[in-house]
């Protein structure tokens, strides 16, 4: 719940009763309350105090006459109420603790439960009881109602227990949210008139008792997220050892899972990252912590610290799977409205795509949940989203501005947008619970105790719109360590709670959406050093999975790799995100580099038509097809097109390229590579081509020559033998014959 701002004063006594109950000074102070878990106030002296009428069974707030200096420390807690829901004839007992992180030692100090009268029955109300400031209502100060707790030093935590009769709540007992408290005062050893006031409240319900009341349950969706940067280079070593603090006990990982395991079976609805799932995997197994610089100096880095946690935790997720609905995000997280807006939806659909892939290997739900992270979704993030093949898009409340509340000023918890491919149905997340808005740091008690409520007023209205809700909590959400203390199965159980799946929720009638979808105005830009390092990745691992075609697991790394680089987590660290997305684009061209094409040097072409050869050379352990491009700089010569071809691993193959001239000259050649669908890589090969080609009228010429000069050689032979045959003497030869 909000910040409060408390007055406080001298307080009237009422008898011996009200002088056990108070410290014997008292001094204003202001109190803080965060998130309905703990208050911290602060201190002054008054140099006036003037005491309002007390009436019985309350404390009245006094009016402040100077301004408050210094803040106390002191802080109080609400770990658990019992039972969850108000019962007739059953005590409201409050547990928790009071904490000073000062440095004054506040003594006798007592904690005391407070109540409103009136139930909320409505949303209004219950924004109401959010915003409320000062005591939530009756303070309850009769002798056994409140716990004396004594001193509490600095640096210390005293824990309090507050039991309450049914017959002694203040309340009227109508079915509803009753608004729950408990207020600490203390006095200030220093023997000034001091006085130390910290607040935590809470909701607790009361249902009705006649089940035939037209009382509904809410059908409840709470969708769980198990999300987390994972921080891997190209040779799949970890960048640092962050997610081991998330995994081991106490880490938010750690508490979610743990929130998971204590709600009752098939209650929540659990969505995790793949790539954290299969990153915890790999770390259970040992693993290799290697920074940047270490990468790039050659060394080989260090064992990871871990192994163990990764394996503990692991297990806890086996057991979650068993016992929860189970699904996927897209691999990696991406940010798919910064992609979309950048036009790299290809990214969005590689994330789906290993998703996918994954849930079949490992034999999970293949249905991928489209969900953005801080409420970032946009109408075309949304659309290629599901256009990449995710089964149900989830989208915050706060992303539709014009959303219409139906007649309970609840928002419809499925909605459909207008996208250019169609109308678009999506799972609309409500931005609070019961007026309190769901932050990193709500506890796992206050999560329960607002869902219950809300499920409570909405079970009470005649308003379809109310009957289904939809509870996302955030990415970044930590339980707290006191999840385990904290009986799910008592909310998840409550007569006002249905739980249901994404797929229920999704399969109701729509509300037709007719405006924006907006992200929220504060929220920085995707960084554009990731967008520029995205889009080399993106050149660079498509021609490799191009030539690796016939390749599942180049396919797979690919789509893995390219959905890490677009994960949503980049807006926090963009220079770290930048530079393993660079080295994971050299590593996928130092592959590509190992396959060349070569040729002559020089090519003579002495007629319309000729061959030369040309060497493809694959340098990898695997099996590529590939495509030659042959282009002359002169048009004159043209070259016949090459089919693609296949090489086996470490093949070098030789190609005869055919040549026709239309004329002679000189012209320069280059041969380069390209992936089947004509994706050009590599160096290309260079070289001339001299196409002479010789007339066919010189050819006869030639001929008609030869046979002119052979004939006459012959006729004289034959004369020079008839004169020697008619001399009777041998032939001589001529001088030059």
């Known amino acids: 719940m909000p910040v409060t701002s408390r007055v406080a004063g001298a307080i009237g006594l009422l008898g011996a009763v009200l002088t056990l109950a108070l410290p014997p000074s008292v001094e204003p102070v202001q109190a803080a309350h965060v998130n309905g878990v703990a208050a911290s106030g602060t201190s002054s002296q008054a140099s006036s105090i003037s005491a309002a009428a007390a009436t019985p069974g309350t404390v009245s707030n006094l009016q402040r006459k100077t301004s408050l200096q210094r803040q106390t420390g002191l802080t109080v807690s609400i770990d658990d109420v019992e039972p969850v829901a108000l019962t007739p004839g059953k005590p409201l007992t409050l547990t928790g603790s009071v904490t000073n992180d000062g440095t004054t030692l506040w003594t006798e100090a007592q904690v005391y439960l407070e ?35 004594g001193d509490v030093p600095p640096g210390h935590t005293v824990k309090y227990h507050l039991t309450v009769p049914y017959h002694r709540l203040p309340i009227t007992r109508t079915a509803g949210v009753y608004h729950v408290g408990v207020s600490v005062l203390a006095g200030n050893s220093t023997g000034r008139d001091a006085y130390a ?60 899972l743990d929130f998971a395991l204590q709600a009752p079976r098939d209650s929540v609805q659990v969505v995790i990252d793949p790539a954290l799932r299969n990153a915890v995997h790999d770390m259970a197994k040992g693993y290799v912590v290697q920074t940047l610089k270490e990468s790039e100096a050659g060394q080989p880095g260090h064992p990871g610290p871990g192994e163990v946690e990764a394996a503990a935790w692991q297990r806890e997720l086996h057991k979650v799977a068993h016992r929860q609905h189970l699904s996927l995000l897209p691999w990696g997280t991406p940010d798919a409205s910064a992609l979309s807006a950048h ?13 996918q892939t994954y849930a079949a ?65 999506t799972v609309v997340s409500r931005r609070d619970v019961a007026g309190n808005s769901v932050t990193a740091g709500t506890s796992a008690l206050q999560f329960r105790q607002d869902l219950i409520a809300e499920a409570t007023v909405r079970s009470l209205l005649d308003d379809p719109q109310a009957e289904y809700a939809v509870f996302a909590l955030p990415f970044d959400w930590n339980p707290g360590v006191a999840t385990s203390a904290v009986d799910l199965s008592k909310a998840y159980h409550l007569r006002s709670v249905v739980p249901t799946t994404p797929r229920v929720v999704a399969a109701r009638l729509p509300t037709v959406y007719h405006g924006p979808v ?84 020089f090519v003579a072409l002495s007629s319309a038509s000729g061959r030369f050869p040309i060497t493809v050379t694959n340098g990898l352990r695997v099996p590529i097809t590939v495509r030659v491009h042959v282009k002359p700089q002169n048009p004159a010569l043209h070259v016949d097109s090459i089919k693609n071809l296949q090489l086996a691993a470490g093949q070098r193959r030789d190609v005869q390229v055919v040549s026709q ?42 001929g008609v020559g030869a046979a002119v000069l052979f004939g006459a050689a012959a006729v004289r032979v034959f004369r020079r033998i008839r004169q020697a045959r008619g001399s009777g003497s041998p032939a001589q030869p001529e001088p030059g014959a």
């Not at 190209?234 to 508490?255: E, M, P, Q």
């Open 115 to 149: 109540i409103g009268a009136a139930p909320a029955t409505t949303r209004a109300e219950l924004d109401t009881f959010a915003s409320q400031l000062g005591v939530v209502g009756t303070r309850l100060v009769a002798y056994r109602l409140f716990d004396q707790i």
């Open 361 to 425: 290997r490992n034999s999970l739900d293949n249905a991928i949940i489209g969900w953005q992270p801080g409420g970032l979704s946009t109408r075309l993030g949304l659309t290629v989203m599901h256009k990449s093949g995710t089964s149900v898009q989830v989208i915050a409340e706060r992303d539709l501005p014009r959303l219409p509340p139906g007649d309970s000023d609840y928002p419809p918890s499925v909605v459909t947008l207008r996208t250019r491919l169609g109308p678009l149905t």
């Open 197 to 256: 006031d910290a607040q935590a409240d809470t909701l607790v319900p009361l249902l009705p008792a006649d089940r035939s009341s037209g009382f509904l349950p809410t059908s409840v969706l709470t969708l769980l997220p198990l999300t987390a940067p994972v921080m891997r280079q190209s040779n799949g070593n970890f960048l640092d050892a962050s997610l081991v603090s998330l995994l081991s006990t106490g880490g938010r990982l750690h508490n979610v």
């Open 661 to 702: 001239a239309a004329g002679s000259g000189l012209t320069q050649v280059r041969v380069r590579l390209s992936t089947p669908d004509h994706r050009l890589f590599g160096i290309p090969w260079r070289f001339n081509v001299r196409a002479t080609q010789v007339g066919v009228i010189i050819w006869v010429a030639m």
């Open 518 to 601: 907006e992200v929220p105005a504060h929220q920085p830009p995707y960084p554009f050093d990731v967008i520029r390092a995205i889009t080399g990745l993106r050149n660079s691992g498509r021609i490799l999975t191009g030539i690796l075609r016939h390749s599942k697991l180049a396919t797979q790394v690919f789509d893995q790799r390219l959905g890490e680089a677009g994960s949503a987590e980049w807006r926090e660290r963009p220079r770290v995100a930048a530079a393993m997305i660079r080295q994971q684009t050299a590593a996928f061209a130092a592959q590509t580099s190992k396959v060349t094409v070569t040729g002559p040097t």
């Open 343 to 355: 036009a790299m939806p290809g990214v969005v659909e590689s994330a789906v795509a290993a998703g």
